[in-house]
Nanobody, 122 residues
């Protein structure tokens, strides 16, 4: 039974920082690619950042230079360090996992977490 459990969301002011965690259990191992997605009310879900099985990272343009994705293989956990947060970063953030990075980047994932809310106030 695979589970992805996000944590670390919360409310911060503009310019603040948060670190999201996604703890994986079950069949997920270091070969999986893992991404972070977000969805704001009334908007479509969008990919934020991803890390593949080799540790190569990718970011959507709006978060480059502000967000950093990483993973701890021993803990089977991935992280999203978010700095210089803006009100437009407000959304529910989800982690997702799949064996194929390209498929995951466009939103097709084998596994999804339940999400953690991030709210950035101005």
């Amino acid at each position: 039974h695979v589970q992805l459990v996000e944590s670390g969301g919360g409310s911060v002011q503009t310019g603040g920082s948060l670190r999201l965690s996604c703890a994986a259990s079950g069949r997920i191992n270091a070969h999986y690619s893992m991404d972070w997605f977000r969805q704001a009310p009334g908007k479509e879900r969008e990919v934020v950042a991803g890390i593949d099985g080799d540790g190569i990272t990718s970011y959507t343009d709006s978060v480059k230079g502000r967000f950093t994705i990483s993973k701890d293989v021993a803990k089977n956990t991935q992280y999203l360090q978010m700095n210089s947060l803006k009100p437009e970063d407000t959304a529910m953030y989800y982690c997702a996992a799949d064996l194929k990075f390209d498929r995951l980047w466009v939103g097709y994932a084998l596994y999804w977490g339940q999400g953690t809310q991030v709210t950035v106030s101005s």
